[in-house]
């Protein structure tokens, strides 16, 4: 490949890139066959609260204090505590939208992302939200087949749980 005029390869070539970012988020896509980072190294920088690694995806989430750090700040940390990361070049992708501001969604995303993370801690992250609504639908699915199959009650319910299934996995893909 060339390099640019500036000196740097072309985006397709970076190690990572900012996949997202809102305010305290910050998620970062790895390129393919790049090696996992080390969790519990990015817990050490200052105003990071949180990471989460997903294998499948090579996708890095990064929950810092915002008051503490701003996004360039944390790129620069992360420039100093992972030179090989080339942060302070990352490429941009979208951006997420901001959730809801008003106090019911605030109420409602708080304690599910709540719910979502205790799940996920007590699942050794074999599990969340988007894997355990649509099981829950095939079982209720299954359960009421076996009750009542004469009714095609069952059969709504399977297909809600496909659609969970699929949506949440689409979403999962596009992080």
């Known amino acids: 490949m060339q390099e640019d005029e500036v000196g740097r390869m072309p985006e397709e070539n970076a190690i990572i890139r900012i996949a997202s970012h809102s305010p305290g988020r910050l998620r970062l896509r790895f390129a393919e066959g790049t ?9 050490q920088i200052p105003a ?12 890095l989430l990064i929950q810092y204090d915002e008051t503490l750090c701003s996004q360039q700040n944390l790129l620069a ?21 901001d ?4 106090f019911l969604s605030s109420v409602m995303y708080h304690y599910s992302a709540l719910t979502n993370q ?17 099981i829950a639908f095939f079982a209720w699915a299954a359960i009421d087949l076996a009750m009542r199959p004469s009714l095609p009650r ?22």
């Open 77 to 97: 940390l992360l420039s100093t505590y992972f030179p090989a990361f080339g942060a302070n070049e990352m490429p941009e992708g979208l951006y997420e939208d």
């Open 48 to 59: 990071v609260t949180e990471v989460a690694y997903r294998k499948l995806t090579g996708s």
């Open 99 to 102: 959730l809801p501001k008003n």
């Open 35 to 43: 090696p996992p980072p080390d969790l519990d190294q990015i817990l």
């Open 154 to 175: 069952w059969f709504e319910l399977y297909r809600e749980g496909s659609y969970l299934w699929h949506f949440y996995q689409n979403a999962t893909y596009r992080e």
């Open 118 to 134: 205790t799940v996920h801690q007590a699942t050794g992250g074999a599990a969340d939200l988007t894997s355990l609504f649509p």
